[in-house]
């Protein structure tokens, strides 16, 4: 079965700096790999997906993800973060052959300040 | 276009109450999914319903159930509430089973249980 792990549970920046959020997984089979954001009180949204292909995911508001097989990692960026970003940021894996079954990471609480 | 509609948006039970969250989806998707929400823990898979007729547990079944009671609409009921119930419940559908869709959620649903 597939697993996620969010690497950080807060991440405190300022306005206008570069961000990261991590991403790990596990899989013993091929995956596809999500981002979903939630903004207060909403429900969730999808960020970006890597399903195949490049391994560069471009998603909206901005932002973009790369797929690294070796590491099993699918770290999101931004290089420029603005109030409106601040947000719950959800990882989010399903294998291949599984179907719709979504597993989620923790989930990290970016928190963009002025 | 309403998308994923859930109700109540909140509700406070006491110990041993019973109640129905109630999913209705207006996009003519196969597949919808209860998911929790708790602090630090993500999102996590309830039970969910691949298409119309079938229904699965997923992570945390223990506690609910589900009816799908028919392409549109996806309820999960509380027999008997406890306090460790108490979540921020998420609906949401995709359009077929396959771990390659995107599930559209609805706004929520939060559960206090006295």
């Known amino acids: 079965a597939q697993s996620v792990t969010q690497l950080d549970s807060q991440v405190p920046v300022f306005e206008e700096a570069p961000v990261e959020l991590r991403c790990n997984y596990s899989?013993?089979?091929?995956?596809?790999l999500f981002w979903y954001v939630q903004y207060p009180n909403q429900g969730l949204q999808l960020l970006l997906k890597y399903l195949s292909g490049s391994t560069l995911v471009k998603g909206i508001n901005g932002f973009e993800a790369e797929f690294n097989k070796s590491q099993t990692s699918f770290h999101l960026r931004k290089p420029s973060v603005h109030i409106s970003d601040t947000a719950e940021y959800f990882c989010a894996v399903s294998e291949v052959t599984s179907g719709s079954r979504l597993t989620f990471g923790e989930g990290t609480q970016l928190t963009v300040n002025p | 276009n309403a998308g994923v509609t859930q109700t109540p948006k909140f509700q406070v039970l006491k110990t041993g109450q019973s109640m129905t969250l109630q999913c209705a989806q207006d996009m003519n998707h196969n597949s919808m999914y209860w998911y929790r929400q708790d602090p630090g823990m993500g999102l996590r898979l309830i039970y969910y319903?691949?298409?119309?007729?079938?229904?699965d547990k997923g992570e945390v079944p223990n506690g609910y159930n589900v009816s799908r009671l028919n392409k549109r609409e996806f309820s999960l009921r509380l027999e008997s509430a406890a306090p460790s119930q108490t979540s921020v419940y998420f609906c949401?559908?995709?359009?077929?089973?396959?771990?390659?869709?995107?599930?559209?959620f609805g706004a929520g649903s939060r559960l206090t249980v006295l």
């Open positions: 319903s691949a298409s119309e007729g079938t229904t």
């Open positions: 899989s013993s089979v091929s995956v596809y």
């Open positions: 949401a559908s995709t359009p077929g089973n396959s771990g390659a869709n995107v599930l559209t």
